[in-house]
C-alpha cells in the first residue's frame, strides 16, 4: 500500500499539544492529590506525554477573601486593589504545576483570565446592564491584574493570554452577550494592556463550543482591524457531545472507516481559511465526553484519528485534550459519583483510595505525535492509497529530521511502502507502535530501501509513529 510524502508542499507549523491545567489546591481543602500520586502524574503528562502547551487555570478572583464573598475591588477600574483580589490559584498552579512539570519540557503554557459573568464574577453582570463602559473596563482591570501579578511575583512574561473559553455558547461564560461586545472586550483589554507595559501580548479568542459558532464569532471579531490585531490564536471546540468529533463511537465509525463526515470536514476548511486570510494560527483547545471507557486501545485509536483530522482538514497547530489530571475526589464533589474511570479526554486519571494514577488512551495518542513532532515542526504534505491507512508528515527542518503519524483502522495488517519527495533519508528509521496488546512499544530500527523508500508491515487496528533523519 503506497504513501507517498512530499517535503515541498507545506502547511501548518507546528506549535504543539496541550491541555487544561488544574493545580488541585482548593480552598479551605488545601492539596487533595498525595505528594507521590501528584508526581507520578506530572512525570506522565509532561514527561511521557510531552505536554507543552495549555491554558493555566489561574485566575485571580476578584474578592477580597473567599470564593463566596466574590466582589469588585473598588470603584475605580484604573486603580488596582491589592487587598480586593484572591490569588490563591495562580500561587498553588505555579508551585503545584508549572514548578515541577518545566524540566520536563512544559514551557508554552499561558495564563487563562477568563472573562465569566457568572461564575467568577457575577457582579460583572449587573454592571453590565447599568454602565457598559464601566463594564468594559472592570474586565481590562482583571486581565491587568493578573499579567501585572505573574510579572512582579514570579517574572512571568506573557506572549498568550486566553480570554474566554465558550463565551457565548457552551458554558456561556459571557451570559447575555454577543460576538460584538466580545470585540469590544479585546479592543478594551488590548489597550489596557499595552498601557500597563504588556507590549507583545496577544489573545486566545474565541474557543466557541462548536467550529460553526467559533466561525461566527470569529468573523465578527476579525473584521474590526483593531480587535484583529490584539488577536494571537484562534481556537475552537468541536462539541456538541455528540458530533462527529467529540463522541468516540462517530469517529471510529466514520473517519475510522474512510468516511468522515463531509459537513464537519467542510466547517473545518472554512475555519482554515478564515485563519489564514489573516495569518493566525488555529488551535482546537479542548474536546472531552467520548462516552467510551478512557483505558481502552479503542479510545487511543479514536483520538489518534481524531488529532490527525484535525490537524489535516483545520490545520490545526494544535490539540488539546480536556485537562491535565483529573481525580476520585473532585470527581466525587464535582458530579457526585465515582465513575472517575468513565471521564474521557483527560491525560491522567488518579484514584487516591487506591493510590494509582491510570494513563489514558487521550494520553497515549497525544503521546503518538507529541513524543515525535516538536514545537517548530511543519506539516507537510501526506498521502495514503487506502482510506482505512491515515497518515500525517511532519518535518523539523533545524533538526533535519522527519517524522510520520500513522493509524492503521484496517483488521488486518497492512504493508506500507512509503515514498519521500524532496527529502532524502540518511540513516536509519525509528519509532513505536501501539495495539490492544500494548501501548508505545519500541520499533525495532531498519534502513530505508531502494534510494529511500521505507517499507514495514504494521499491524491491524494500530497506532504508528516513526522517525527517520535527513539530509
Do not use: C
Not at 279 to 306: C, K, Q, Y
Amino acid at each position: 500500500m503506497a504513501i507517498t510524502t512530499d517535503a515541498g508542499i507545506r502547511h501548518q507549523r507546528m506549535a504543539g499539544f496541550g491541555v487544561t491545567h488544574n493545580a488541585y489546591v482548593y480552598e479551605n481543602r488545601g492539596d487533595i492529590l498525595p505528594p507521590l500520586l501528584r508526581q507520578e502524574a506530572i512525570e506522565f503528562v509532561y514527561g511521557q506525554v510531552g505536554i507543552n502547551l495549555g491554558n493555566l487555570e489561574m485566575s485571580l478572583l476578584e474578592s477580597p477573601g473567599s470564593y463566596g464573598e466574590r466582589d469588585n475591588d473598588n470603584d475605580d477600574p484604573f486603580q488596582i486593589d491589592w487587598g480586593g483580589f484572591q490569588t490563591l490559584r495562580s500561587d498553588a498552579i505555579k508551585e503545584a504545576i508549572v514548578d515541577p512539570a518545566e524540566p520536563l519540557g512544559f514551557t508554552d503554557y499561558f495564563l487563562a483570565q477568563k472573562v465569566n459573568v457568572r461564575w467568577d464574577s457575577p457582579w460583572l453582570a449587573n454592571l453590565r446592564a447599568v454602565d457598559y463602559e464601566r463594564f468594559l473596563d472592570e474586565i481590562a482591570e482583571q486581565a491587568a491584574a493578573a499579567l501585572i501579578y505573574w510579572r512582579e511575583t514570579y517574572g512571568y512574561d506573557p506572549q498568550l493570554l486566553m480570554l474566554f473559553n465558550e463565551p457565548l455558547s457552551g458554558n456561556r461564560e459571557l451570559d447575555g452577550g454577543s460576538a460584538r461586545e466580545i470585540t469590544d472586550i479585546i479592543k478594551r483589554v488590548g489597550r489596557r494592556l499595552r498601557d500597563e507595559g504588556f507590549a507583545g501580548v496577544k489573545f486566545i479568542v474565541p474557543s466557541e463550543e462548536t467550529v460553526e459558532l467559533t466561525l461566527n464569532t470569529a468573523s465578527t471579531i476579525l473584521s474590526d482591524p483593531e480587535a484583529r490585531q490584539y488577536v494571537g490564536v484562534l481556537g475552537y471546540h468541536p462539541y456538541p457531545y455528540h458530533s462527529p468529533y467529540a463522541n468516540l463511537l462517530n469517529i471510529l465509525n466514520q473517519a475510522g472507516q474512510g468516511t468522515p463526515k463531509e459537513a464537519a470536514v467542510a466547517q473545518r476548511g472554512r475555519l482554515r481559511d478564515l485563519a489564514a486570510q489573516y495569518e493566525i494560527p488555529l488551535w482546537m483547545t479542548e474536546v472531552s465526553h467520548g462516552n467510551l471507557d478512557p483505558l481502552t486501545f479503542d479510545s487511543l485509536r479514536g483520538r489518534a484519528i481524531h488529532i490527525h483530522d484535525e490537524l489535516v482538514y483545520a490545520d490545526a497547530a494544535a490539540y488539546f485534550g480536556m485537562l491535565n489530571m483529573w481525580d476520585l475526589v473532585s470527581q466525587r464533589e464535582h458530579f457526585g459519583n465515582d465513575s472517575l474511570l468513565a471521564t474521557e479526554g483527560h491525560i491522567a486519571l488518579i484514584d487516591q483510595e487506591q493510590g494509582l494514577v491510570y494513563p489514558t488512551g487521550m494520553g497515549y495518542a497525544i503521546g503518538h505525535y507529541a513524543r515525535w513532532v516538536r514545537p517548530g515542526a511543519v506539516r507537510i504534505e501526506a498521502a495514503s492509497g487506502d482510506p482505512l491507512v491515515l497518515v500525517s508528515a511532519f518535518f523539523h527542518e533545524d533538526a533535519g529530521q522527519i517524522v510520520w503519524v500513522l493509524v492503521n483502522n484496517a483488521d488486518s495488517p497492512r504493508r506500507l511502502e512509503i515514498d519521500l519527495n524532496g527529502l532524502e533519508i540518511s540513516g536509519q528509521i525509528s519509532g513505536e507502535w501501539s495495539t490492544a496488546e500494548a501501548p508505545w512499544q519500541p520499533l525495532s530500527p531498519f534502513a530505508p530501501v531502494d534510494g529511500g523508500r521505507l517499507v514495514l508491515t504494521v499491524p491491524p487496528l494500530s497506532v504508528i509513529s516513526l522517525s527517520a533523519p535527513t539530509r
